[in-house]
């Protein structure tokens, strides 16, 4: 990805999702394209962006609010460049992975900036939705031939659908399929107990996920 103080243009860019600028963006997008920059390029900035504000957020540098309006800006910015990507010629192979929240729980506002990070580093992301029994996470598993599932859950009776989530997964998969977990009442203990991958938040699954592609 572009770096912090790159090239003019993508600078700016990069500024403008930080601050979630989405004023300027559409121009300053349509300005980086007719100076000829590679729509690839642009669009490393954009989430690179992204994933700055979601650092942030995880070292409380920012607040919830502030990393939502960058997503959103993201998405205006996304929007103008995408169409460009699929003209132009590159082989990137994308991790798959499925996320979803568990059977008993509807929250997604987690979940959703947890995809959008996903989506933002590379990643086909397949999301299942809000309240997730079991098996549906498995069959999209199967589905897409996974490499990550994620469940994510923000309340306790959740923690009952999580559990049989990981033994149905691990039962139907094998013990070497790769699981995140996630929300509010998720912890590190719990992940040891599962024997799965803890991730305090956007920011970490990340950080968590490259880890453990690259084992």
């Known amino acids: 990805m572009p770096f912090e103080n790159g090239p003019g243009l993508l600078s700016e860019i990069r500024a403008a999702i ?18 000829g920059i590679a729509p690839k390029e642009v669009f490393d ?9 979601g650092e942030k957020l995880s070292n409380k ?15 205006i910015g996304a929007s103008i460049v995408e169409p460009k990507l699929k003209t132009t010629s590159f082989n990137e192979i994308k991790r798959k992975i499925v996320i979803g929240t568990v ?13 959008t990070m996903f989506e933002v580093s590379g990643f086909e992301v397949h999301d299942v939705g809000v309240d997730v029994p079991p098996q549906k996470f498995v069959d999209k598993a199967f589905e897409i031939d996974a490499d990550i599932i994620g ?13 049989k989530t990981v033994e149905l997964v691990r039962r139907m998969r094998g013990e070497n399929t790769k699981i995140i977990i996630g929300g509010y009442t998720t912890s590190q203990a719990l992940a040891n107990e599962l024997g799965v991958t803890y991730c305090k938040d956007a920011y970490d699954a990340i950080l968590k996920v490259n880890s453990l592609i690259k084992k």
Do not use: Y
């Not at 990393?67 to 998405?75: A, G, H, P």
């Open 18 to 35: 930080i601050n979630g600028n989405s004023a300027s963006i559409v121009a300053l997008i349509n300005n980086a394209l007719k100076e």
């Open 45 to 53: 900035t954009l989430a690179s962006g992204v994933i700055t504000m």
């Open 61 to 75: 540098e920012a607040f919830l609010p502030e990393l939502v309006v960058s997503f959103e800006t993201f998405k």
């Open 103 to 115: 059977e008993g729980d509807i929250h997604n506002i987690g979940k959703n900036l947890v995809k």
């Open 151 to 163: 469940c994510s859950t923000l309340v306790s009776p959740g923690l009952i659908a999580l559990r």
